[in-house]
DNA sequence: ACCGCACATGAGTAGTAACGCATATGACTG
DNA sequence: CAGTCATATGCGTTACTACTCATGTGCGGT
């Protein structure tokens, strides 16, 4: 068949992925849990998200197996299960740099 | 301030493009674009969708430059700006496939 | 110039997701 | 065990997005 066609499989399971990343808000959640484990106030905090919000969001990536949760006295404490995830997250952020540095070249050969 | 907390810069160019990646069919699009250059109709019929809304999502796709098109008589040919998407694309899956392999003995060690 | 093919676009609709508000739960303190 | 602090949840609203239908546009052949 065609032959140079991707095996993409069922999309399914990286679309939800790249759902839950596609959030700004959870973004900066993830982002401001860092490699350590904070209570949902310092993401509040971090973030100036309401707690509402914030707990909304965390829910979300707890069901995704994203965060973990853990409770320490009163506090709920709130990790990265798999910290790999940042280098990920940096990873992509530097493909999209780059791809834009050649976006603005292109920009001029779209004359015509 | 916060020892730990990660660069997280401006979200906002990272979380659009997680978006246009969430959309499943966007994904297949994507997949079945490959590393050729093909035009609307293979791509119509690699993935099932209606010929309106594959054109939809194109758009979309050509607007935020990550695939490019060109005319080739009367057809429309659509290919990936930057083919090593699809390698970054393939990264997520299998950090995908071993964070949920992970996940499948955590749920045993769940009981209370 | 007309017609047909490949594709694009506009309008309308339906489903979904984020957020705020109010309230519930669960843990510690007196 | 009443009260308070930290967090979670249900509900209602609003905004966005994918999708379809109908129609428009550009190219090639006759």
């Known amino acids: 068949m065609s032959s140079n066609a991707y095996d993409c499989g069922s999309v399914k399971p990286l679309s939800e992925l790249f759902k839950l990343l596609a959030e700004p808000n959870r973004l900066k ?42 409770r320490r006295g009163p506090f709920v404490y709130y990790c990265l299960y798999d910290p790999n995830l940042l280098a990920i997250l940096d990873q992509m952020r530097k493909w999209l740099e780059a791809h834009e540095a050649t976006m603005g070249e292109e920009s001029i050969r779209r004359a015509k």
């Open 29 to 70: 959640i993830l982002c401001s849990l860092g490699l350590e484990c904070r209570p949902v106030s310092d993401v509040v905090e971090a973030t100036g998200l309401s707690q509402t919000n914030v707990s909304f969001h965390l829910r979300l990536l707890r069901e995704a197996h994203l965060v973990r949760a853990e």
